[in-house]
């Protein structure tokens, strides 16, 4: 037996149990990890109310969790890497993640940097993936100027950091206590509790050349007002705004791949991009993580610390 997050109908946080549950074991071309950290996201509070079922529909007994970090327990047949006893990162697209032991495809776990901590392996997955595919949607060039919405969040904190790579110019909208850190990474901040179109205007007279939102609330229709065009604008959570005005709403689903997760954590790894932790929560202690994560101003990662390595 081993110990696993459940939850078995929709609602709060006090619908979350950790739970003892059979110990999977791995299916041929599947990889079984001992996890060390899970992560956290907000989509999982969507799903868990029920808020989601039309795109991604619930079974119960449910489980949860897609980000992960841990070391490989054993290998099904037909797998001959990673050897048993890597410390590996990665995911799972089964609801799975959270739990002392996780099986998944094989292609869905790289080996983990050395340097690469274990709270930022354990929960960079769909954060890494999101921000990849929100850039690439929109595919900004040196010397142009990107509006990014949530700058400060946990996807927007890395399209921040990956715009900013090709040369463009970030402005990016986030609360008054992320404006220090936003300036150190070379971006431009403005407050969302300002005027902010004044705000916007004022930081970048010449208007904007492509606009990522990263949450909702009006800024696909704010960047079509200042007259973004549709295909310069990526969404990864307003999708009927972005239905509506023909743009991107490119998210994890389109950049899911090994490749990609490799890549953003050697950038962690090599210390060339940022990806701040906020708070970590022992696996028990599942539901206080998901309503700090719930707050939606955590300045960070919220991180599951399932064993030591
Ligand atoms: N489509 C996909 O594949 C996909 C993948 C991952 C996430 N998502 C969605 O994307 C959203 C963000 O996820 P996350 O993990 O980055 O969340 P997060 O870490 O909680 O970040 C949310 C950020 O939004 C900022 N914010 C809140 N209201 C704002 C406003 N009016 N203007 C500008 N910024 C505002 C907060 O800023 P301050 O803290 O500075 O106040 C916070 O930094 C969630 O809705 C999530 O469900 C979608």
Redesign the pocket.
């Known amino acids: 037996m081993s110990k696993a997050v459940r939850f078995d109908h929709f609602g709060g946080v006090d619908v979350l149990n950790v739970v003892e549950v059979e110990k999977p074991s791995p299916s041929p071309g599947r990889v079984l990890v001992r996890v060390v950290r899970a992560g956290t996201?907000?989509?999982e509070i969507?799903i868990r109310k029920g808020q989601l079922e039309q795109k991604y529909p619930t079974t119960f007994p449910c489980g949860q969790g897609t980000d992960f970090a841990g070391i490989v327990a054993e290998l099904g047949n037909g797998v001959t890497s990673p050897a048993v006893g890597t410390a590996v990162m990665g995911w799972s697209n089964e609801r799975s993640a959270q739990a002392e032991f996780v099986s998944v495809p094989a292609e869905q776990v790289i080996v983990k940097p050395e340097s690469l901590s274990w709270e930022v392996a354990g929960a960079l997955f769909?954060?890494a993936s999101?921000a990849k595919a929100a850039v690439a949607a929109v595919a900004p060039q040196r010397g142009e100027t990107i509006l990014v919405?949530?700058a400060?969040?946990?996807?927007?904190s890395i399209v921040t950091q990956l715009v900013l790579r090709t040369g463009a110019k970030v402005v990016g909208?986030?609360?008054a206590s992320?404006h220090d850190w936003l300036r150190s990474l070379g971006a431009i901040p403005v407050g969302?509790d300002d005027d902010l179109q004044a705000s916007l205007s004022s930081v970048a007279p010449d208007g904007f050349d492509t606009v990522i939102d990263?949450?909702?609330?009006g800024y696909v229709d704010l960047a079509i007002k200042l007259g973004v065009a549709p295909n310069r604008i990526n969404t990864?959570?307003d999708f009927e705004a972005a239905a509506r005005h023909h743009a991107h709403a490119d998210?994890?689903?389109k950049a899911e791949s090994g490749a990609v997760l490799a890549e953003i954590a050697e950038l962690v790894a090599d210390g060339e991009l940022q990806v701040p932790i906020a708070a970590v929560y022992d696996l028990k202690d599942v539901r206080q993580a998901y309503t700090q994560l719930e707050q939606?101003?955590?300045?960070g990662k919220v991180v599951l610390r399932v064993a030591a390595p």
Do not use: D, K
């Open positions: 996201n907000p989509g969507l769909i954060v999101t919405s949530g400060a969040g946990s996807v927007g909208a986030a609360g992320r969302y990263t949450v909702g609330h990864i959570i998210g994890s689903a939606g101003h955590t300045g």
